[in-house]
């Protein structure tokens, strides 16, 4: 999974959670010994009639929930949305705007210091008052930080009761190795959310007249089909665009950095030190 806009209001379908806990508290239920013993049982509340197969799924999946770390589920960090404390104003704006998430983790001074969380609601009375300085550490929550080995039912838990939605992993060495929201794993018991903010991978999406968002990993043949290139594909010695954008430069781009094909004007607006997420294309 990408890193996704997280939803404050994401909760699994209310009419199957009360079939399920009214199931529960029968009699026969409470005499299961097993984890096998609860599937059969399930499945047997299925042919009766008592819940739907939809709610078995549910069920299921929330017994699996609490063997699953959140390592499984995380976003890993090379596709997280991060700012920085000694970041622009106007990047970090720029960033909140293109990611369309709500909730960004704060890298401090050191690479794997996560100074807080960033919600996106507190910036915006900034920008709507027009102050085009701010001082960050004043809007930032008090971060989550958890081992990449926390059972992710422990984690949905922790969120319930301090009313956070984004945690921050780590691994045994305290390197940030990702993050998980509360999507993550309310998806793991109802299967994929999609929202207003997600975009299919290697899609390329106008954004407006001209002007188009594409993720790096799309392929370049379809790069060059989508804009009609006369550019023979035999010559360029890559296999995705951020690759060719790449070779072009010399270099591993940073956020900022254009190149130009045809009639095309392609910049770099999401990029690490390791790879490029995002690209900004624009006709000429």
Same mark, same amino acid.
Request: hydrophobic share 40%; net charge negative.
């Given at each position: 999974?990408?890193?996704?806009?997280?939803?404050?209001?994401?909760?699994?379908?209310?009419?199957?959670?009360?079939?399920?806990?009214?199931?529960?508290? #029968?009699?026969?239920?409470?005499?299961?010994?097993?984890?096998?013993?609860?599937?059969?049982?399930?499945?047997?509340?299925?042919?009766?009639?008592?819940?739907?197969?939809?709610?078995?799924?549910?069920?299921?999946?929330?017994?699996?929930?609490?063997?699953?770390?959140?390592?499984?589920?995380?976003?890993?960090?090379?596709?997280?949305? @991060?700012?920085?404390?000694?970041?622009?104003?106007?990047? +970090?704006? %720029?960033?909140?705007?293109?990611?369309?998430?709500?909730?960004?983790?704060?890298?401090?001074?050191?690479?794997?210091?996560?100074?807080?969380?960033? *919600?996106?609601? %507190?910036?915006?009375?900034?920008?709507?008052? $027009?102050?085009?300085?701010?001082?960050?550490?004043?809007?930032?929550? !008090?971060?989550?930080?958890?081992?990449?080995?926390?059972?992710? %039912?422990?984690?949905?838990?922790?969120?319930?009761?301090?009313?956070?939605?984004?945690?921050?992993?780590?691994?045994?060495?305290? @390197?940030?190795? $990702?993050?998980?929201? &509360?999507?993550?794993?309310?998806?793991?018991?109802?299967? !994929?959310?999609?929202?207003?903010?997600?975009? !299919? !991978?290697?899609?390329?999406?106008?954004?407006?007249?001209?002007?188009?968002?594409?993720?790096?990993?799309?392929?370049?043949?379809?790069?060059?089909?989508?804009? #009609?290139?006369?550019?023979?594909?035999?010559? =360029?010695?890559?296999?995705?665009? $951020?690759?060719?954008? +790449?070779?072009?430069? $010399?270099? *591993?781009?940073?956020?900022?950095?254009? =190149?130009?094909? %045809? #009639?095309?004007?392609?910049?770099?607006?999401?990029?690490?030190?390791?790879?490029?997420?995002?690209?900004? &294309?624009?006709? #000429?």
């Amino acid at each position: 999974m990408n890193q996704k806009s997280e939803n404050e209001d994401v909760h699994p379908p209310s009419g199957i959670i009360y079939k399920l806990k009214k199931y529960f508290k #029968n009699p026969f239920f409470i005499k299961t010994q097993s984890v096998s013993e609860v599937t059969d049982f399930l499945k047997d509340a299925v042919d009766l009639n008592i819940i739907d197969k939809e709610a078995e799924s549910i069920a299921n999946k929330a017994i699996r929930l609490g063997k699953t770390t959140v390592k499984e589920i995380m976003v890993p960090k090379v596709d997280m949305v @991060t700012v920085s404390l000694g970041e622009e104003t106007d990047i +970090i704006i %720029d960033r909140i705007i293109e990611s369309g998430h709500s909730r960004y983790p704060v890298i401090g001074n050191e690479r794997d210091d996560v100074a807080g969380i960033l *919600l996106a609601k %507190d910036i915006l009375p900034k920008i709507v008052n $027009g102050e085009a300085d701010f001082n960050l550490l004043d809007m930032l929550r !008090e971060p989550n930080v958890v081992p990449e080995t926390k059972k992710a %039912d422990s984690l949905l838990e922790e969120f319930k009761t301090d009313k956070s939605h984004l945690a921050v992993v780590i691994d045994e060495y305290g @390197t940030i190795c $990702g993050l998980v929201t &509360i999507e993550d794993i309310l998806e793991e018991l109802v299967g !994929e959310i999609e929202d207003e903010h997600d975009i !299919e !991978e290697d899609e390329i999406v106008e954004i407006s007249k001209g002007t188009f968002s594409a993720d790096a990993k799309v392929e370049i043949e379809e790069f060059v089909e989508f804009f #009609n290139l006369n550019t023979d594909l035999l010559e =360029i010695d890559t296999e995705t665009l $951020g690759g060719f954008v +790449i070779n072009q430069l $010399g270099v *591993l781009p940073k956020v900022g950095d254009k =190149i130009e094909i %045809d #009639n095309l004007t392609i910049k770099v607006t999401h990029a690490d030190d390791r790879k490029i997420d995002k690209v900004l &294309i624009t006709k #000429n």
